[in-house]
Nanobody, 116 residues
Framework: QVRLVESGGGLVQPGGSLRLSCVVS????????MNWYRQVPGKERELVAT???????IHADSVKGRFTISRDNAQNTIYLSMNNLKPEDTAVYYC??????????WGQGTQVTVSS
């Protein structure tokens, strides 16, 4: 059974930090690219960051320099470290996995709210 379980979301003030985690089971984690997406109601899901099986990373321009994706293959876990958060970062954040560019497995999402 494939499971992706996100955690670490919450309410934070502008300029604050959060670290999201996604624990994976049920598919060959080490061989797959992993991603963080986010979605605001009424808008399309946005790709935030990708980390390949080899550890290369790509970050959306909107988060570059503030967010960092990483992975721990020993723990089957990916992370998203988010610094200098802005109100426009408010969204539900989802982790996903699959062949690079083709995510097929998705978590249930975790809410991040940036507000004073």
């Amino acid at each position: 059974q494939v499971r992706l379980v996100e955690s670490g979301g919450g309410l934070v003030q502008p300029g604050g930090s959060l670290r999201l985690s996604c624990v994976v089971s049920g598919f060959p984690f080490r061989s797959y690219a992993m991603n963080w997406y986010r979605q605001v109601p009424g808008k399309e899901r946005e790709l935030v960051a990708t980390i390949t099986s080899a550890g290369s990373t790509i970050h959306a321009d909107s988060v570059k320099g503030r967010f960092t994706i990483s992975r721990d293959n020993a723990q089957n876990t990916i992370y998203l470290s988010m610094n200098n958060l802005k109100p426009e970062d408010t969204a539900v954040y989802y982790c996903s996995g699959g062949v690079y560019g083709h995510p097929v497995y998705w978590g249930q999402g975790t809410q991040v709210t940036v507000s004073s």
